[in-house]
């Protein structure tokens, strides 16, 4: 994206998709004129907030989207079922004579 500007590039949203898209016209005279032109799109990862995304351009014309990813939620379950083997009492069994 180096050839492009800042106020040539747009970047929205589509519910969870990302949206880049850059034109730029370029005129060399009267008969002539170049465009060049792009639109990228791609998912946002699942959980992050289209309004959580930070972009910016760069001086070396790299764009860079950032966005915190939600926290996974932990379920956490501890289930005992009974003492572990070296704390259970063992009963001795005397022999009968």
């Known amino acids: 994206m180096a050839k492009f500007q800042p106020e040539e590039l747009e970047i929205s949203f589509d519910k969870n998709v990302v949206v880049v898209e850059g034109k730029r016209e370029t005129i060399k005279d009267a008969n002539n004129s170049f465009t060049n032109s792009f639109v990228w799109r791609f998912s946002l ?3 992050v907030k289209p309004d ?3 972009y910016d351009l760069g001086d070396d014309g790299v764009l860079r989207l950032s966005a915190p990813l939600p926290q996974p939620k932990l379920n ?3 289930v005992f079922s009974g003492l572990p083997q070296k704390f259970k009492k ?3 069994i005397k022999p009968k004579n």
């Open 45 to 47: 990862p699942a959980g």
């Open 90 to 92: 063992e009963k001795k």
């Open 52 to 54: 959580d995304v930070v």
């Open 76 to 78: 956490v379950q501890t």
